[in-house]
């Protein structure tokens, strides 16, 4: 059956169209970048804090070459490596000070965040030296932060960074839980006192994984390559309290390489 020359040219204006649109398409699709850049965010337990071998140039955020961050980006060889996580951060401090490397080319980015806002360090100081009962109201004070105010303050952070990387993919990685219960402790904190430590871990890793979702990031819990090697545990990846003060309670290098590095990799 032959067309009619209406036909004809109807249908030799639609494919001339169609391509043009595939053409234009593909070029454009040509001129994006490719997003391929790593950055990692965050505080003390992605900065790599315990591990030893600090980047001198990194001062008080304490960079480690052997943090999780590090490793992965030496494995991995990104297109771009961006390591602004930092000891002590919070998370109004990532907001102001850590987000400048994101851009429409970081196709990934990683960050622990929320311990320091939640009081870790106070409350495992009051935990360490005032007794049991001052360390269980320590422990509820930090429980009711991460309940209440923690979601709002995650929220701010995670908008943020889907606003300035809005094509990476984005791992938010939890804590461990610190101990061993029943372990071989036969000093320091009181059985009680661990669990209720244990607890609030398990609350802001609970509220953490909730917000992430919420955002459409992934989120790694790192007590399933923990487990076993908590305080108390007999083989810890997480130091106890040591000298420096602020590595006390942070994963130690093997902590960062065999409880961190594999359930981010298997994220990423």
Request: aromatic content about 8%.
């Amino acid at each position: 059956m032959r067309l009619s020359r209406a036909a004809a040219l109807g249908s030799a204006f639609f494919v001339t169209t169609a391509l043009a649109l595939t053409g234009a398409s593909a070029a454009a699709s040509a001129q994006l970048p490719l997003a391929t850049g790593y950055v990692a965010l965050g505080d003390s337990y992605s900065s790599g804090v315990g591990a030893g071998s600090y980047d001198s140039g990194s001062g008080s955020c304490k960079r480690s070459t052997k943090a999780y961050p590090a490793l992965w980006a030496a494995a991995h060889s990104p297109s771009s490596f961006s390591f602004t996580a930092c000891s002590g951060a919070r998370t109004g401090d990532v907001v102001s000070g850590q987000l400048g490397p994101l851009n429409s080319a970081t196709g990934l980015v990683s960050i622990t965040i929320g311990g320091n806002d939640a009081g870790f360090a106070d409350t495992m100081t009051t935990c360490a030296l005032q007794g049991e009962s001052a360390c269980l109201a320590r422990v509820a004070e930090a429980r009711k932060y991460i309940a209440t105010t923690l979601p709002g303050r995650l929220d701010t952070v995670y908008n943020a960074i889907a606003a300035k990387a809005p094509a990476a993919q984005v791992v938010v990685l939890g804590y461990p839980r610190f101990y061993k219960l029943n372990g071989g402790c036969v000093a320091g904190l009181s059985e009680k006192s661990r669990a209720a430590i244990n607890a609030a871990a398990d609350d802001i890793n609970g509220v953490t994984a909730k917000r992430a979702a919420d955002h459409g990031f992934a989120f790694a819990d790192v007590n399933s390559t923990f487990s076993g090697h908590e305080l108390c545990s007999g083989s810890p990846w997480l130091r106890s309290v040591t000298y420096p003060v602020d590595e006390s309670y942070h994963p130690t290098a093997a902590g960062q390489s065999s409880g961190y590095l594999p359930v981010f990799g298997s994220a990423a």
